[in-house]
C-alpha cells in the first residue's frame, strides 16, 4: 500500500510538472500575440493597406509552411508574424514618439475590422 501511494505521488509530481511545461508555454504564446496584436494596432493607425497586410500575412504562412522540429508551431507563425509586421516600412518610417503615444491613447487589444 505504501508503494503503491509512492507511485501514485511520483505520477501526480509528474503530471503537475507537465501542467507547469504548458502553463508557461501558453504565456509565451500569450505574450507574442500580445505583441502582433499591438503592432496591427499601430499599423491600422497608420491606415497600412489591405494589399500590405495581405501580403505580409501571406508571407508569414508561407514562410512557416513546414514546421520545424521541436519548435511549437503556433509560436512560430506568431513570431515570424510579428517580425514581419515589425519589418513594415510604414513603423520603420514613423517616429517612435508617435508610435507609442498612438498606443497610449487606446487599448491595444482593440482591433476593430
Known amino acids: 500500500e505504501l508503494q503503491q501511494k509512492v507511485e501514485e505521488t511520483e505520477l501526480l509530481k509528474m503530471e503537475l510538472q507537465m ?35 495581405g501580403k505580409i500575412l501571406l508571407s508569414t504562412l508561407e514562410s512557416c509552411r513546414d514546421p520545424q522540429p521541436g519548435k511549437a508551431h503556433l509560436f512560430e507563425v506568431l513570431d515570424t508574424l510579428y517580425h514581419e509586421l515589425a519589418a513594415c516600412e510604414l513603423l520603420q ?19 476593430s475590422c
Open 19 to 53: 501542467l507547469e511545461t504548458e502553463r508557461v508555454r501558453l504565456s509565451l504564446v500569450e505574450e507574442k500575440l500580445l505583441d502582433v496584436l499591438q503592432l496591427l494596432q499601430q499599423l491600422r493607425d497608420l491606415n497600412i493597406s489591405k494589399r500590405t497586410l
Open 93 to 111: 518610417s514613423q517616429p517612435l514618439e508617435k508610435a507609442q503615444s498612438c498606443q497610449s491613447l487606446s487599448n491595444p487589444l482593440v482591433i
